[in-house]
């Protein structure tokens, strides 16, 4: 009797093991290393069928999941259809489609009373160790002054970001003192990672988590003026960084005004502006992920914007809501900005979850895709929709009973 009791333990173990691996991984290896997204898809294919084995009896009942769930994946699905639609008429980054597909089958067969915040603690730990020792290889070993190889150092930048937010949130709901005293030191380190990649954008973002903390009722306000001494004391670490950053903005804008766009700012501003000519053309639809190139060749010929941006033959935008509207159109925009804005339905109007994980995590990311697009980075599409999936079910919370 004892060991059949020890054996049904080991198995239960093993099928949260599984259940929450995307949970463990979304942290450390989809940040770190380089097929970090390829092992996540699989991570996620297993968790998929580990919970259709553990949900199998009820997965298909019309009670599974409760309306704001079903709400959430029907908004993505509307987005999944629409890309697919789209890749028919032009090419569209199949990478995308493939991770909205994957990470809403997870949401829907996840089994919610299964998870235990334990699992994100450990998680969020993992990913602020690792990201400690990666930083102090990269930044002080081998010197390099932008970390987040093999990752581009934006969307490192933006990975970092999101957790520190997350060890943050931990921190303010949990009422251990030990607690809160590793997961803000947590935040502390993926908020001081941030500043090494020396990424102005996202830097920027994390004005209105602060807003959002200071403005929220509900806050710690022993967490809100601990991230705050924390951020200053960061930016103090960081001074060389800032002043460096300083410097290369004011010497951008200094150009600008020469009427020298050959810059970092300069370039965006010019992307932007053949981006206002390719959706006047194609405002409903878009071009597809590979036509607008052949737009600005042809803007270039009709003298509309210059030789350097054909030279530079970007990849994208560098502005996620200009991006999508290029390449999916007014349509394509919508879609995308449904499933942010019934989050945030969820969580302002409605009041069924949470209002601070949902409010910082999409102003924040708001923020951060004026400057860049952070679904044309995979990993940064999973961690976000993994993080907005925790937070309207209230699993940021320490003292959620589900």
């Given at each position: ?329 007014f349509i394509g925009l919508l879609l995308m900005l449904s499933i942010f804005l019934y989050c945030l339905y969820l969580a302002l109007i409605s009041k069924v979850c949470e209002t601070l994980p949902i409010t910082m995590i999409i102003a924040s ?38």
């Open positions: 009797m004892k060991s059949q009791h020890s054996s049904q333990q080991a198995i239960t173990f093993v099928q949260n093991f599984l259940l929450h691996l995307p949970l463990l991984w979304m942290f450390s290896g989809l940040m770190m290393l380089q097929d970090g997204r390829s092992i996540m898809t699989r991570i996620l294919v297993v968790a998929v069928i580990t919970a259709i084995y553990i949900g199998r009896k009820s997965i298909f009942s019309g009670t599974y999941k409760d309306k704001k769930n079903r709400y959430f994946i029907f908004f993505i699905g509307l987005n999944i259809i629409y890309l697919l639609l789209s890749k028919v008429i032009h090419h569209v980054d199949h990478g995308f489609i493939r991770t909205l597909f994957v990470s809403s089958l997870y949401f829907y067969f996840y089994p919610v009373n299964r998870y235990h915040i334990n699992w994100l603690k450990a998680s969020i730990l993992i990913g602020t160790t690792l990201l400690a020792c990666f930083a102090y290889w990269q930044a002080f070993l081998l010197g390099i002054t932008r970390i987040g190889e093999p990752m581009n150092a934006i969307p490192f930048a933006t990975c970092c970001m999101l957790l520190s937010i997350s060890a943050a949130l931990i921190a303010n709901n949990t009422q251990c003192r030990k607690e809160f005293i590793i997961f803000t030191l947590a935040s502390l380190v993926a908020l001081f990672c941030t500043f090494l990649t020396g990424t102005r954008g996202v830097l920027i973002a994390i004005i209105p988590c602060l807003l959002i903390i200071n403005l929220h009722k509900k806050i710690n306000l022993k967490v809100g003026g601990t991230l705050i001494l924390l951020l200053i004391m960061v930016a103090i670490a960081n001074q060389r960084v800032l002043t460096t950053m300083w410097q290369r903005t004011a010497n951008e804008i200094q150009n600008i005004s020469n009427d020298n766009l050959n810059t970092s700012v300069g370039l965006r501003l010019q992307f932007w502006k053949s981006a206002i000519y390719t959706i006047n053309d194609h405002p409903f639809l878009g071009v597809g992920t590979k036509a607008f190139r052949n737009e600005i060749s042809k803007q270039y010929e009709q003298g509309l914007t210059s030789e350097e941006v054909v030279k530079f033959n970007p990849m994208h935008y560098h502005n996620q809501f200009i991006d999508t509207t290029v390449k999916t159109g990311l708001g923020i951060a895709a004026l400057t860049d697009v952070p679904f044309a980075h995979l990993p940064v599409v999973y961690l976000l929709f993994m993080l907005l999936f925790l937070g309207i079910n209230n699993l940021f919370n320490t003292k959620t009973v589900v």
